[in-house]
């Protein structure tokens, strides 16, 4: 019995990403900023994902941290994405209030 099956099997099982988990209402989560945008409707924010789950942090910078706890999860009716409302408190600095939620 020829091996080389085990062995593509075993590449192809490796070449699927690992699909991350979906941030869950109550729990606590630490998050990084990826990227900022300034919405002529929200102002400056920093946005940073869990899963497919999208967190909108007020003037929130690229790489800051945040420590979130997830109130309530709706989709956006304008990107149709998933969103977050939460209570956040910035790691290493004096920033704390609430996520943007969903419209």
């Known amino acids: 019995m020829s091996t080389s099956w085990f062995a593509g099997a075993v590449f192809a099982v490796l070449a699927v990403p690992v699909?991350?988990?979906d941030a869950e209402v109550g729990?606590?989560?630490e998050?990084?900023?990826q990227t900022e945008q300034d919405n002529q409707y929200t102002g400056p924010n920093g946005q940073a994902k869990?899963?497919?789950i999208?967190?909108?942090i007020p003037n929130a910078k690229v790489m800051?941290?945040?420590k979130v706890k997830v109130t309530e999860i709706r989709e956006?009716?304008?990107t149709m994405a998933k969103q977050a409302s939460c209570d956040f408190e910035q790691?290493?600095?004096t920033k704390k209030g609430n996520c943007i939620g969903a419209p």
């Open 64 to 66: 800051e941290k945040y």
């Open 76 to 78: 956006n009716q304008h």
């Open 27 to 29: 729990k606590e989560y």
């Open 54 to 56: 999208v967190f909108m």
């Open 50 to 52: 869990i899963g497919g």
């Open 31 to 33: 998050i990084t900023i």
């Open 91 to 93: 790691i290493g600095g």
């Open 19 to 21: 699909l991350a988990q």
